[in-house]
């Protein structure tokens, strides 16, 4: 009874500070809302916050926007993440596959590259080459200026083509595997660029190449290319080399997390050789040629880039230099090729400006769907200096440019054996363009990067 009537009392109570609640918000409603509201905001960052972290572990940054940090972007394909500094390996998904693999393994993916359209009027005799001038007024920042890049221009061919191709085939002949090699593990990502080749090239440049059951046949020279047969008839990398005007280069990544030059057809690079580099990661390609800035501001960005580039997303980024020479495929003005000491500081000083050149390189880069490797296209394009100062605003934002570079980028670029008899020509030239009427405040208006 007691216990009954115990009970019965709590009730009424609670009853009654009930009502007195339900008083209270009906008379004072607004602190009760906001409390409410803070309540459900609470939970919802609770929520969200538990279900990133889950998603963290199996996801990962896709191919940055140009150089900036990734924003989140979802993509279709990943490459794992990689084990670095000796930590234990963890087993990771492949989004494509849906399969697990230990990290620093590539797992193929089924990804194709779009099929390209023809290039518009394109004629092995007259298309001139793309007038690429990548120098830009003011200071020299040292960055990776990466860019998207369209499929159906990964691979660009002029009327400069039977020369180059030419000067291919000689220094084939005359340094083989000085300049064309592959290792062997990296033999089924160089069959893999052929199979893009062959699949490609006839696409977009279908007056020059056929495309054939085993490969395709050149319409020019009448070369025919068997990239089925095995053994090949030569390495496979000397042969992709002959069907384009680009020098190549594939990066593969070891269970150390870094990338290795692993196959490459290093022909017409001028200032560089393949049997410097071949084996190397790509750290210390860079630290032993001395390239300006790479420690402090590209490595780690470099780095970041090739373990998260996709195969749906090709770059590209240009450079330039300065030759005092007028050979493309080894400026001896640094050396003898074959000799072990190379440099600027044996280059003659201020030659005449007959004498220099402007060498430019377009370089693509993409990941190979089924290998894994990170293919890069250098295309040369090389102009005497006298030639490219006749385009308006060119003489005065090259020399802009030029004196914009640090001393680091001076000492790499070699301006100390130049720069009085190029400066001084570039201003002259510019004068004159000014004093004919240009008119310097719409060189933006004209042009753009890196054109």
Not at 49 to 61: D, F, M, N
Request: proline residues 7%; neutral net charge.
């Amino acid at each position: 009874m007691e216990e009954s009537l115990t009970a019965w009392a709590n009730q009424f109570f609670n009853s009654a500070r009930m009502k007195e609640t339900a008083f209270q918000v009906a008379k004072h409603p607004r602190p009760f809302v906001y409390v409410l509201c803070i309540l459900a905001i609470t939970a919802w960052l609770i929520s969200t916050a538990i279900t990133r972290s889950r998603k963290a572990g199996l996801q990962r940054s896709t191919t940055p926007d140009l150089e900036k940090p990734a924003t989140g972007a979802k993509g279709r394909f990943k490459a794992p993440e990689r084990d670095l500094g000796g930590k234990p390996q963890r087993m990771l998904t492949n989004t494509f596959t849906k399969a697990y693999c230990p990290a620093s393994v590539w797992l193929p993916v089924d990804f194709r590259r779009p099929a390209a359209a023809p290039y518009p009027d394109w004629d092995v005799h007259t298309t001139r080459p793309l007038p690429y001038r990548p120098f830009k007024h003011g200071p020299y920042y040292i960055t990776m200026g990466l860019r998207t890049m369209k499929w159906d221009e990964w691979i660009e061919l002029d009327n400069h083509y039977p020369k180059y191709h030419a000067d291919k085939a000689r220094r084939i002949e005359e340094r083989g595997p000085k300049c064309c090699k592959t290792a062997p593990e990296a033999f089924d990502g160089a069959i893999e660029l052929l199979e893009e080749f062959c699949d490609y090239l006839p696409q977009r440049y279908p007056s020059l190449y056929r495309k054939t059951p085993v490969g395709m046949d050149n319409l020019l020279t009448g070369e025919t290319f068997n990239i089925v047969d095995r053994p090949l008839a030569e390495d496979p990398m000397a042969m992709a080399a002959r069907m384009v005007q680009d020098d190549l280069a594939i990066m593969f990544e070891k269970p150390d997390g870094q990338y290795y030059l692993l196959a490459g057809a290093i022909l017409l690079a001028g200032f560089w050789r393949l049997e410097d580099k071949f084996g190397m990661p790509l750290s210390e390609i860079h630290t032993s040629g001395d390239v300006p800035g790479f420690k402090e501001k590209l490595e780690k960005g470099m780095m970041n880039f090739f373990r998260r580039v996709r195969p749906d997303s090709p770059v590209l980024r240009n450079n330039y230099f300065i030759q005092v020479d007028e050979n493309l495929a080894w400026s001896d003005s640094i050396g003898d090729e074959d000799s072990e000491g190379i440099g600027w500081y044996t280059a003659k000083k201020n030659k005449a400006i007959e004498h220099h050149y402007f060498r430019s390189e377009r370089q693509s880069l993409r990941r190979l769907p089924r290998s894994g490797g990170v293919v890069f296209t250098i295309r040369t394009y090389f102009h005497p200096i006298t030639e490219i100062v006749k385009q308006p605003y060119v003489p005065g934002r090259l020399a802009s440019g030029i004196r914009g570079w640090g001393d680091d980028v001076s000492r790499y670029k070699g301006r100390e054996r130049y720069q009085d008899v190029l400066l001084e020509f570039l201003d002259e030239k510019h004068r004159e363009q000014v004093t004919n009427g240009l008119d310097v405040e719409k060189e933006d208006e004209v042009r753009a990067y890196p054109y």
